[in-house]
C-alpha cells in the first residue's frame, strides 16, 4: 500500500523559511520521480516542483531561486526547503510519486504565510 505523508507546514512570517517533507513507502522510491504540488483557495493545483529518480529538477517560474526540491533515497524522503516565503505561497502543499505508470498524493500539509 503506497503512503506518501507530508509533514513540516505551519505559519510563517513574509520573508521567513520552511522546510516540508514527505515520508514514501509502499514503492520503490529510488526510481520514482517526486514532485510537490500546492492549492491555495479557490485555485487550481499546481505543480511546485519535481525531481526524477535521477536527481533532475524543475520548477514553477514563481518558486525559482527560493524553493529547492531534494531527495534522500536511503529514507524515501523527499524535501521542500521553501525560502524568502511570500503570502502568495499560502496553500496547502501535496506531494506526489509517479511510480509503475501511477501517481500517487499525499494527504497534504498547510503552508500560511502572514503577518
Known amino acids: 500500500q503506497v503512503q506518501l505523508v507530508e509533514s513540516g507546514g505551519g505559519l510563517v512570517q513574509p520573508g521567513g523559511s520552511l522546510r516540508l517533507s514527505c515520508a514514501a513507502s509502499?514503492?520503490?522510491?529510488?526510481?520514482?520521480?517526486m514532485s510537490w504540488y500546492r492549492q491555495a483557495p479557490g485555485k487550481q493545483r499546481e505543480l511546485v516542483a519535481g525531481?526524477?529518480?535521477?536527481?533532475?529538477?524543475d520548477y514553477a517560474d514563481s518558486v525559482k531561486g527560493r524553493f529547492t526540491i531534494s531527495r534522500d533515497n536511503a529514507k524515501n524522503t523527499v524535501s521542500l526547503s521553501m525560502n524568502s516565503l511570500k503570502p502568495e505561497d499560502t496553500a496547502v502543499y501535496y506531494c506526489?510519486?509517479?511510480?509503475?505508470?501511477?501517481?500517487?498524493w499525499g494527504q497534504g500539509t498547510q503552508v500560511t504565510v502572514s503577518s
Open positions: 525531481i526524477t529518480s535521477g536527481g533532475s529538477t
Open positions: 506526489r510519486a509517479y511510480a509503475a505508470l501511477r501517481g500517487y
Open positions: 509502499g514503492f520503490i522510491f529510488r526510481i520514482a520521480a
